[in-house]
């Protein structure tokens, strides 16, 4: 901002307030330098101070050992380190023995001549690869006729075997083939052409283009499953949510967005039975509110969010984020400028979010009324400290500084952000949530965008399948395998019951 210096005013108090707006704006500016660098070219990873010294503890003591040696002969530390052992490979695996024996010639002892005899062995595993192998399944159905009915009747009749159900009839795609497909794209984030030069050294000429065809057709076969996994999550006390945009090519937003909704705990409630864990996106071309009110369909339970707007239109009981109040004060330290010293309003607010989690540490293996009674005991206290201090620093901050907006966050947000207190379902931030979006973002980074609507809601539904599925401890592929091996001949309720991923028949690994 250029000002005339002629135009400056000769009051005194005029121009201490005139410099004190510009103290302001630069300061102001120079925060928000300091974020769009620290996006760029800083660390990604949250962490509290100190933690990274955690993985270099055994060197830190021993280069302090080595000091305090040369400085005073004295003392002597010593310090005990793991020796790293090897894991041994699962039993389960097929193997083959190869035995490396003696020549018949060299049996024989070399001193006395006598002949040696077998005393033990050695033995030594290696792990062999073997490249994925195609093979073409020829499926013949014999045909059957009455040769009487043939010479003397008008018509005959014909009998063969029926058709083997496949996910996609009249296509050459098996279960296998396809899982393999759906499992690289959705879980390993391997583009459709990339799979297509894979496809392509093997001498199979199969184009991105009919993978796609094939995958929207999956999506299809899928779609019930995944409406029957919708109403089991709706009727979850606890639900997590999150979004993310997504570039769609045909689409005529900008932005479309991919919406994330996943149970909101891992612990066994008070009747010790598992809470099933499911993880679904859904996809829409717009933020609105009313993506959520639809996919919801009047959920009346714990809804975890952010502090996105959005979801207040819901008939849900909003839970906020600790994580994302943390984050806050986080992006004030770093936005600070590097003359000002550290232990300063973000560096305590981070600390005493940092005693909230400790708690949650030490009540991680206990049941939800044991929870929220150590919560009510023990956290409690903290909450009011820390509504006590917001408070009073609230009035001491530039209310458009990164640590003003950071408090701001907080006590605009408080009543979600402390009602986690009131029910040992709830977790203290919706990290599950922001995790099981991280695939669907990872993914991106490599296909990047999709080309039209369907295809986007189409890899909601496969996403949600193979995240839903390693939520559960259970391989993807196999999984998929045997869900589009099922679904091809039955998809009835009972069928959909049994496939669900915490009932399925499936080795778990």
Known sequence: MKTDIDSLP???????????????????????????????????????????????????????????????????????????????????????????????????????????????????????????????????????????????????????????????????????????????????GLPLYRQENLFKEYGIPLSRQTMSSWLLKCADLLKPLYDKLHQHLLQQHVIQADETTLKVIESDKAKCYMWLYCTGTDSPDSNHTDIPNIVLYDFNESRASQCAIDFLQGHSGYLQVDGYQ???????????????????????????????????????????????????????????????????????????????????????????????????????????????????????????AERAIKPFVIGRKNWLFSNTTSGAHASSILYSIVETAKANNLVPFDYLHHILSVLSERNDDEALTALLPWDVSLEVR
Request: charged letters at 30%; hydrophobic letters at 30%.
């Open 10 to 188: 000769d009051d005194p108090k005029l121009l201490k307030k005139l410099l004190a707006q510009m103290n302001m704006r630069y300061a102001y500016l120079e925060e928000k330098f300091r974020l769009a660098q620290h996006k760029q070219f800083g660390k990604s990873a949250e962490g509290y101070p100190g933690q990274g010294e955690l993985f270099n503890e055994l060197e830190q003591l021993a280069d302090e050992s080595e000091v305090e040696t040369a400085e005073a002969e004295k003392e002597s530390i010593t310090y005990e380190r793991k020796k790293p052992v090897r894991q041994s490979l699962p039993k389960d695996l097929p193997r083959e023995t190869v035995i490396h024996d003696l020549a018949g010639e060299d049996k024989s002892c070399d001193d006395c001549g006598h002949e040696l005899h077998r005393m033990g062995e050695d033995k030594s595993e290696q792990l062999e690869f073997i490249p994925a192998q195609i093979k073409v399944i020829e499926h013949v159905r014999p045909k059957y006729s009455c040769r009487h009915c043939e010479q003397h009747a008008t018509s005959v009749t014909i009998k063969q075997a029926p058709v083997p159900a496949l996910p996609i009839p009249k296509g050459f795609a098996t279960a296998s083939l396809l899982s393999q497909i759906i499992t690289s794209k959705y879980q390993y």
């Open 310 to 432: 959005g979801y207040e239109s819901t008939q849900a009981t909003l839970v906020g984020c600790w994580a994302h109040a943390r984050r806050k004060f986080k992006e004030a330290d770093i936005a600070q400028s590097k003359g000002k010293p550290k232990a300063g309003k973000a560096t305590w607010a981070m600390t005493h979010i940092k005693k909230l989690y400790r708690i949650e540490a030490a009540i991680k293996d206990k049941l939800p009324s044991e929870k929220q009674a150590y919560r009510i005991e023990h956290a409690t206290p903290l909450l009011k400290d820390y509504k006590d201090w917001l408070d009073k620093s609230i009035l001491q901050v530039p209310p458009k500084s990164a640590l003003g907006k950071a408090l701001a966050y907080s006590l605009n947000q408080w009543p979600k952000l402390t009602r986690y207190v009131e029910d040992g379902h709830l977790s203290i931030d919706n990290n599950r």
